[in-house]
């Protein structure tokens, strides 16, 4: 096809990144080119190594291979070329980086640089100092892999920024011609021409994703744990239970004993080509167990829901969510496990701690999902809901009650994170019903596909729940609750813990107002409101793991602003209605604060510091917002 004039006017990519002058809906800052995950092993939007292979212009480098460090696959061009290098150089021995020498920070001396020896390194220890480099004059070593004791060219590792000051070039080879050694000196490759554009000289199209997570049964082989399709198990059990702990991958498919280490297992499990033409005979795995007899389930009977109900039961999803997020954090409190795991804990507290971890995590999960129950929320136009419910429902009623995390409060943990076996009962039934009904009625919810994505998260991570209790169960087998328990009471009565009980309380309030003006502003809420409802969140959890420390439980008292009125009460004053009541507890969160920088505990003292300064920020944000 002949070439065609630029018509006048075209627009040509620069790679720059469009910027609202306000936070728009779409796709977030973290999709942006400049913020790519881009975790090379193998990479998500692109394979970095895939970039950095022509990081030396006239040159093809590998860096993929961790067995024989980063080879040189191809002479392109450029210096090699003018020195006489030809591809067939390169592969006919293995030829590879054995040094490189250049800028990677721009208050760098030229004359003083260190060459990075990279003889004794893999493949991608070899990438990160070559990403490393600044544009500007690089040396390049090139050695030949020589099993014996000698590498011919090795010792101009330490004169190679003299050969780059020097711009000098080299090529050393054998009697016979054979290629023994190189030093080519030249400028990095910056990957860009003229139009800011990747050079379609060095890399044609398909070569920087080339490596990526596809055909996608590699993926599925190497993630493990917290694999991206979070549907994938690991370990299974085989259909009558009598074998509890399987390789999900292993290329025995009899319910053979899943080994200990990874070690033993990877020579067990499906290779590469095998994962990708038998991947089907894998079974199905319900409640963790490998059953090809089950089939596919009859689809349940899930009755429609009326718009008014969909917004009824989110409303009192959102104060379900809130109820069992104080629960939870309240048992991982209650648990004898410090904030942080010390280095040397002993296997109790390692035991104790890994529990408490698993605790704390759902937690957090519940109050992402009360997050997006009021998105939801917001979605249809009402109001948010950061109320706290008094009974949960789960086969029966349910009393809110902060409680230790005894084997009954566990087992009750483990029951209401269940899977429901009755849609439109249980906390996740009810969700699946909503799911269904946003699905089936677009006609009433011309919303439904963000709705029905939203609730689709909720039901996800609530499989997840039922799983991490079990786990905390195991973590905690064979332990006495007097072992892992901690005892919590009232007040000590002394003036630190007194102070430490207001400043509870006060964070609490303070962290619930500020979600209420979030969630209610939506797109609108900035990113330092939302961050100081963070950060307000992690002070309440600092405090209260304070307070547990010092055998005082944490209040968790509901403000008055947030607690549903009795039948027929007069409606909240205006003063509590319109979020001054969160700017109240903010100002007494400040004041409490003063006053435990004046008590002598230096620990916590340093913590008012800290508290006390991202409180005022937050409370600066909350006057602007009105």
Request: aromatic letters at 6%; glycine letters at 8%; proline letters at 8%.
């Amino acid at each position: 096809m002949p070439d065609l004039p630029t018509p006048t006017g075209k627009i040509f990519p620069r790679n720059l990144t469009a910027r609202a002058d306000h936070v728009v809906r779409g796709n977030p800052s973290n999709t942006r080119p400049e913020s790519g995950v881009d975790n090379c092993f193998p990479g998500l939007e692109f394979d970095q190594r895939n970039l950095d292979k022509a990081f030396f212009p006239g040159l093809l480098v590998d860096f993929h291979r961790e067995d024989d460090g980063s080879r040189v696959q191809a002479v392109t061009g450029g210096v090699a070329e003018q020195q006489g290098l030809t591809t067939a150089d390169m592969t006919a021995d293995s030829v590879f980086i054995g040094a490189i020498c250049g800028r990677t920070r721009v208050d760098q001396v030229e004359a003083d640089l260190v060459p990075v020896d990279c003889r004794d390194r893999l493949g991608p220890d070899v990438m990160r100092p070559v990403r490393d480099l600044l544009p500007g004059r690089i040396a390049v070593l090139l050695l030949v892999r020589d099993p014996g004791v000698s590498v011919p060219g090795a010792a101009l590792v330490g004169n190679l920024n003299t050969l780059r000051l020097q711009n000098r070039s080299l090529v050393r080879r054998a009697p016979d011609g054979r290629f023994l050694f190189a030093v080519l000196v030249g400028d990095r490759a910056r990957y860009l021409d003229e139009n800011g554009v990747i050079d379609p000289e060095a890399y044609q199209p398909g070569d920087l994703t080339r490596s990526l997570c596809a055909p996608w049964q590699y993926d599925f082989r190497d993630c493990g744990c917290f694999y991206w399709a979070a549907s994938k198990p690991d370990v299974t059990s085989n259909a009558d239970g009598t074998v509890p702990k399987m390789n999900f991958l292993r290329a025995n498919r009899a319910p053979v004993p899943d080994d200990d280490t990874e070690a033993a297992r990877r020579p067990k499990e499906y290779g590469y080509v095998r994962m990708i033409n038998e991947w089907s005979v894998l079974p199905p795995v319900l409640n963790d167990r490998e059953d090809d007899a089950l089939g596919n389930p009859a689809a349940p009977e899930i009755p429609e829901l009326t718009r008014p109900r969909v917004i009824e039961e989110l409303k009192r999803l959102a104060t379900v969510e809130h109820a069992l997020c104080v629960e939870y954090l309240y048992a991982h409190y209650s648990l004898a496990a410090p904030l942080d795991r010390p280095a040397d804990a002993q296997s109790l507290t390692g035991r104790i701690h890994a529990a408490a971890n698993e605790v704390f995590s759902v937690a957090v999960d519940e109050m992402r999902h009360l997050r997006w129950v009021n998105e939801a929320l917001g979605t249809l136009g009402e109001p948010p809901v950061i109320g706290r419910a008094a009974v949960i429902e789960r086969d029966g009623p349910h009393p809110f009650e902060l409680r230790p995390l005894t084997p009954e409060q566990l087992q009750w943990f483990i029951d209401v994170e269940a899977p429901s076996q009755q849609v439109g009962t249980g906390i996740d039934g009810m969700y699946v019903e909503l799911h269904e009904t946003l699905r089936r009625r677009p006609d009433l919810f011309p919303e439904s596909e963000r709705l029905a994505h939203l609730i689709k998260l909720i039901i996800d991570e609530g499989g997840d729940h039922f799983r991490r209790f079990t786990a905390v169960k195991d973590h905690l087998a064979g332990l006495q609750p007097e072992q892992y328990l901690r005892t919590l009471g009232p007040s000590t009565g002394t003036e630190l813990v007194t102070r430490m009980l207001e400043l509870s309380d006060q964070y609490y309030a303070v962290l619930l107002g500020a979600l209420r003006t979030t969630f209610a502003l939506g797109d609108k809420a900035g990113g330092v409101l939302i961050e100081g409802a963070r950060k307000t969140m992690t002070n309440l959890h600092e405090i209260n793991h304070a307070l547990a420390a010092h055998g005082v439980a944490p209040p968790f008292t509901l403000p008055v602003a947030f607690a549903a009125p009795a039948e027929g009460a007069p409606p909240l004053p205006a003063a509590l209605a319109d979020g001054q009541a969160t700017r109240a507890a903010a100002v007494a969160a400040i004041e409490t604060l003063r006053g435990i920088r004046t008590l002598g505990d230096p620990a916590v003292r340093r913590m008012a510091v800290s508290q006390q300064r991202e409180t005022e920020t937050l409370l600066a944000v909350l006057d602007l917002q009105g």
